[in-house]
């Protein structure tokens, strides 16, 4: 086994084969007895890099996401360990050790609410048939109301954290995780669910079932998901970003468009002193550059453009914006930028629009009452080549309800 823990090809191919041996079904205590040694030793890089490795030779997104909770329990004992010696590498560094406190006081807040649920379930779980429970199903929903906070959590890991791992070629983890976050935020959307349809506000056999089959696995998956956030996700970003990204980070979780404030006047600033008052000429008519982003900024719709390299090159900063947006998606591969769910129907759009068969995609949805209407234009030269993606979202709530006419004459002060 010593062999194998000094060669690191050997190690890694043997960390494979590991992970392999869980996905066709071998016993998790059997993989621990027999390389006890070498799993003691495993960090979360090392467990980031494995897994992208398997996910590259093939190894489907979905299948890693599933067994992913399997992979933590093997190798949980070192990740403990790893997680010491990287914090306390980390304290070195004020600007590194204090980058992920946001999260983390998220995360305990998330932890303590986890706690309280599980208190308020079992009580409910144990009270007689027909016993008034209204004051515990009141607490409940009041913390669960408080719970769904976890979006905006997440969503901070998914805008922010993981496009700066991608940079690094780690993409693979990053999706497995938003799967996962995913699955989640659908499960609590269950949970959210049970609160309508509870009868008379009495204790049932019904809500018991519900509670053990629904609520408690759903609770289970966030707490899971704090461990695999503070043994994993955080120390393999310590350990990988330069202080220059942690800087940027840390302004992005106070204001995800901090950055973008701060690069886009010194970009204005340089095109005005570069094409001077005369501004840029288009196929019709002249422009500046703060021409053009006051006018791109006033659109009542969101604008995002993709180039022909499938990169997030710019999105517009209108008066809404309908979907979270953070500098960090700049020069993101769009197909990173969506659920892993949706990315396969985005690189078929991008497909279709490559290859010509296409030039728009529309769709719609309700999003908390808001209807919004999201169309996708393949965006070509004069000659046709392709040349990126324009994502163009609107609130068409209002426009839906419109009916006869109103002329300009009927403009009334």
């Given amino acids: 086994m010593s062999e194998l823990i000094d060669n690191r090809k050997h190690r890694q191919e043997t960390l494979k084969g590991i992970i392999r041996d869980l996905h066709a079904g071998v016993d998790s205590e ?10 003691d030793q495993v960090g979360a890089t090392e467990i980031a890099d494995i897994e992208q490795s398997l996910i590259n030779e ?19 004992e070192s990740l403990d360990k790893q997680k010491a010696t990287v914090d306390a590498k980390a304290t070195q560094k004020d600007i590194v050790a204090g980058a992920l406190d946001p999260l983390k006081e998220e995360n305990k807040v998330i932890s303590r609410l986890v706690k309280e649920i599980q208190q308020i379930m079992t009580t409910i779980s144990e009270a007689e048939t027909g016993s008034d429970i209204e004051s515990l199903l009141t607490e409940w929903e009041d913390k669960h109301k408080q719970l769904l906070m976890i979006d905006q959590h997440y969503s901070k890991k998914e805008n922010i954290l993981f496009p700066y791992l991608e940079r690094y070629g780690i993409s693979g983890p990053p999706t497995v995780m938003w799967g996962t976050h995913d699955e989640i935020r659908a499960a609590l959307k269950e949970v959210s669910q049970v609160f309508a349809h509870v009868e008379a506000k009495k204790a049932s056999p019904q809500l018991s079932v519900e509670i053990g089959n629904l609520v408690l696995p759903a609770l289970n998956s966030v707490a899971e998901m ?12 310590l350990e990988t970003f330069t202080e220059d990204e942690w800087k940027e980070i840390i302004v992005q979780f106070k204001d995800p468009l ?5 690069k886009k006047e010194t970009d204005t ?41 499938d990169e997030v090159a710019y999105f517009s900063l209108g008066p809404e914006r309908f979907f979270e947006r953070t500098r960090a998606i700049i020069g993101r591969k769009v197909q990173f930028c969506h659920p892993p769910a949706s990315m396969g129907i985005v690189e078929r759009i991008l497909e279709d629009f490559k290859s010509g ?17 999201i169309r996708y234009f393949a965006v ?3 000659d046709g080549t392709y040349k990126g993606t324009l994502e163009v979202t609107q609130n068409i709530t209002d426009i839906q309800k419109l009916t006869g006419e109103k002329r300009i004459y009927d403009y009334a002060e």
């Fill in 30 to 39: 059997d993989i621990k007895a027999r390389f006890g040694e070498l799993l």
């Fill in 58 to 76: 093939g190894l489907p997104v979905e299948e890693v996401q599933k067994l992913c909770d399997v992979h933590v329990a093997v190798f949980k």
């Fill in 226 to 237: 704090i461990y695999k956030e503070e043994n994993i996700l955080f120390p393999l970003c």
């Fill in 258 to 262: 901090a950055t973008r404030y701060k």
């Fill in 269 to 309: 600033g340089a095109g005005l002193s570069s094409f001077g008052l005369q501004g840029l000429d288009l196929d019709i008519g002249t422009l500046t550059p703060e021409q053009i982003n006051l006018v791109l900024t006033h659109l009542p719709i969101d604008l995002t453009f993709v180039d022909e390299k």
């Fill in 357 to 373: 068969r296409k030039d728009h995609a529309d769709f719609w949805i309700n999003a908390k009452g808001t209807m919004l209407y």
């Fill in 380 to 382: 070509r030269d004069k």
